[in-house]
């Protein structure tokens, strides 16, 4: 075969001192890691990277790179690019056996002669539409159904986003595959360092939350479960990680979470290579968010060592396997009753700590390669 995957959900951003550093969101991590696990345990196939753009597609040209397709970054293209414009005459002109869109949508405007796979992440625009800008809204409404109607097969990350899909009738289960996603090899226990204690001055002690920074991942919630932790005696900071979003407002700002401010750090953009090491500090990690169709945060932080405390929404109990500590994202007193649970606990910590490190080692992105390289052979061999 020869796959053509596009790598448009990658992200990097300048480093200080010139150069680029890696700040992928969770869809940049899912196309990071596909592609270097199809291209390890696969010598046979063929895939190459596509994008409209220069940027990330050197990072490949490791083994097993083969070619890569840089399209122009002109405005037309930037803006055609969700009607796949750019993309119709990629199959005729490299040979391309199919194409895989591993970011939401595309493919419902290519030739009918393009094989195509989607991975669809979620459908929260169209579940919380309040919780997205209008034009997402509004490109969902427009195109995923068409999407999923293109596609020959689609690929979620958990059975709660795939029982969303049937429920609505957006795609058959012929056409369907779940395949969950895992923590990248860097995620592990291991000592923490001086260079980042000296880069990010981290506090001593701390819960830590990562993801985007918008209201669907729910730092108000968390805020508030902190305040009833230091209202019963557990004075902890509480250390907030990830890169802007929509509609982001510092929950701080409230009058009545002032005494707060004190306790809460926010690192913006962290670089990918430094992630591992917030989680590592962590005294628990917790993630509140009130809807996720996979929740990666959390089998990171389990592949670090450290004791998880999640919401109990959506696919979360799924991800989290048993190995972490559930609550309602939308009741503070029983996320900080969870939270404190785990901060007091010796050995309620420790059983999450190894429950927790199992539960991660289940999920491998090699596994998560062969299952999409099976996708992409029986998309082959329908056709």
Same mark, same amino acid.
């Given at each position: 075969? =020869?796959?053509?995957?596009?790598?448009?959900?990658?992200?990097?951003?300048?480093?200080?001192?010139?150069?680029?550093?890696?700040?992928?969101?969770?869809? *940049? #991590?899912?196309?990071?890691?596909?592609?270097?696990?199809?291209?390890?345990?696969?010598?046979?196939?063929?895939?190459?990277?596509? =994008?409209?753009?220069? *940027?990330?597609?050197?990072?490949?040209?490791?083994?097993?790179? %083969?070619?890569?397709?840089?399209?122009?970054?002109?405005?037309?293209?930037?803006? +055609?690019?969700?009607?796949?414009?750019?993309?119709?005459?990629?199959?005729?002109?490299?040979?391309?056996?199919?194409?895989?869109?591993?970011?939401?949508?595309?493919? +419902?405007?290519?030739?009918?002669?393009? %094989?195509?796979?989607?991975?669809?992440?979620?459908?929260?625009?169209?579940?919380?539409?309040? $919780?997205?800008?209008?034009?997402? #809204?509004?490109?969902?409404?427009?195109?995923?159904?068409?999407?999923?109607?293109?596609?020959?097969?689609?690929?979620?990350?958990?059975?709660?986003?795939?029982?969303?899909?049937?429920?609505?009738?957006?795609?058959?289960?012929?056409?369907?595959?779940?395949?969950?996603?895992?923590?990248?090899?860097?995620?592990?226990?291991?000592?923490?360092?001086?260079?980042?204690?000296?880069?990010?001055?981290?506090?001593?002690?701390?819960?830590?939350?990562?993801?985007?920074?918008?209201?669907?991942?729910?730092?108000?919630?968390?805020?508030?479960?902190?305040?009833?932790?230091?209202?019963?005696?557990?004075?902890?900071?509480?250390?907030?990680?990830?890169?802007? *979003?929509?509609?982001?407002?510092?929950?701080?700002a409230e009058p009545g979470l002032a005494?707060?401010? !004190?306790?809460?750090?926010?690192?913006?953009?962290?670089?990918?290579?430094?992630?591992?090491?917030?989680?590592?500090?962590?005294?628990?990690?917790?993630?509140? !968010?009130?809807?996720?169709?996979?929740?990666?945060?959390?089998?990171?932080?389990?592949?670090?060592?450290?004791?998880?405390?999640? !919401?109990?929404? +959506? !696919?979360?109990?799924?991800?989290?396997?048993?190995? +972490?500590?559930l609550a309602d994202p939308r009741d503070?007193?029983?996320?900080?009753?969870?939270?404190?649970?785990?901060?007091?606990?010796?050995?309620? =910590?420790?059983?999450?700590?190894?429950?927790?490190?199992?539960?991660? $080692?289940?999920?491998?992105?090699? =596994?998560?390669?062969?299952?999409?390289? *099976?996708?992409?052979e029986r998309v082959c061999r329908r056709?």
């Amino acid at each position: 075969m =020869r796959v053509g995957i596009l790598t448009d959900g990658l992200e990097e951003r300048a480093a200080d001192g010139g150069g680029v550093t890696i700040a992928n969101g969770g869809v *940049g #991590v899912y196309i990071d890691q596909l592609v270097a696990h199809l291209r390890r345990i696969d010598p046979v196939n063929e895939y190459l990277t596509v =994008r409209v753009g220069g *940027g990330r597609l050197d990072l490949y040209a490791g083994a097993g790179a %083969r070619q890569h397709v840089a399209l122009p970054a002109s405005y037309w293209n930037r803006l +055609a690019y969700r009607v796949d414009l750019p993309y119709r005459r990629l199959d005729r002109r490299f040979g391309l056996d199919l194409l895989h869109y591993p970011n939401q949508l595309g493919g +419902a405007f290519l030739p009918r002669r393009t %094989r195509r796979v989607v991975t669809l992440h979620d459908i929260t625009p169209l579940l919380f539409p309040d $919780a997205h800008p209008r034009r997402r #809204v509004l490109g969902y409404r427009l195109l995923l159904r068409r999407s999923l109607a293109a596609a020959d097969h689609v690929i979620v990350q958990a059975t709660h986003t795939a029982a969303d899909l049937l429920a609505r009738g957006l795609v058959t289960a012929d056409r369907l595959s779940v395949i969950p996603l895992a923590a990248a090899a860097r995620f592990t226990p291991a000592a923490c360092s001086d260079a980042f204690a000296e880069r990010y001055d981290p506090p001593a002690r701390f819960v830590l939350t990562v993801g985007v920074l918008e209201p669907r991942k729910n730092h108000a919630g968390l805020l508030a479960a902190l305040q009833l932790l230091h209202q019963r005696g557990e004075r902890i900071a509480l250390v907030i990680v990830g890169k802007d *979003g929509w509609r982001w407002r510092d929950p701080l700002a409230e009058p009545g979470l002032a005494p707060l401010r !004190s306790w809460v750090r926010v690192y913006r953009n962290v670089p990918d290579a430094d992630l591992p090491e917030f989680y590592r500090r962590a005294a628990v990690f917790a993630y509140p !968010s009130l809807y996720e169709g996979f929740g990666l945060p959390v089998v990171e932080a389990m592949a670090c060592g450290t004791p998880v405390v999640s !919401s109990d929404a +959506a !696919s979360l109990p799924e991800v989290a396997g048993g190995a +972490a500590l559930l609550a309602d994202p939308r009741d503070a007193d029983d996320f900080a009753a969870k939270l404190l649970a785990v901060l007091r606990d010796g050995a309620l =910590r420790e059983r999450l700590r190894a429950d927790g490190l199992r539960r991660s $080692a289940d999920l491998t992105w090699q =596994r998560t390669a062969e299952r999409t390289r *099976g996708v992409y052979e029986r998309v082959c061999r329908r056709a």
